[in-house]
Structures are given as structure tokens and as C-alpha cells.
């Protein structure tokens, strides 16, 4: 789940998903509470991870 923010939706990053097979997931347009989310797990992915 991404936000439509210029990483995210850069051709390097959609390709880069492509050839990963993973699936792009967008966060609707003005949508605050989905985003937050979002931004909550990478966070916690960062803290977890690294």
C-alpha cells in the first residue's frame, strides 16, 4: 500500500515491482487515514528490520 507520491509511482520503482512481481497497491486520493497506515508499517518495518 503506497501513497501516489513521485517514488512510488516513478517508472524505475513500477518497473523495478514488475520484474519482482509485486503488486502496487495505491492509497486513494485525499485520503489521510490510509495513508497513515501505510506510513505506520514502513516505519515499523524500518525500526524491525534495521
Known amino acids: 500500500m ?3 507520491g513521485s ?3 516513478s517508472l524505475g520503482f513500477m518497473k523495478a ?3 519482482l512481481e509485486v503488486e502496487q497497491v ?3 486520493y485525499n485520503n ?3 495513508n497513515a497506515d501505510t506510513e505506520r508499517m514502513i516505519r515499523i518495518m524500518k525500526e ?3
Open 2 to 4: 503506497s501513497d501516489k
Open 26 to 28: 495505491f492509497t486513494s
Open 32 to 34: 489521510p487515514k490510509g
Open 17 to 19: 515491482c514488475s520484474n
Open 48 to 50: 524491525e528490520l534495521f
Open 7 to 9: 517514488q512510488p509511482t
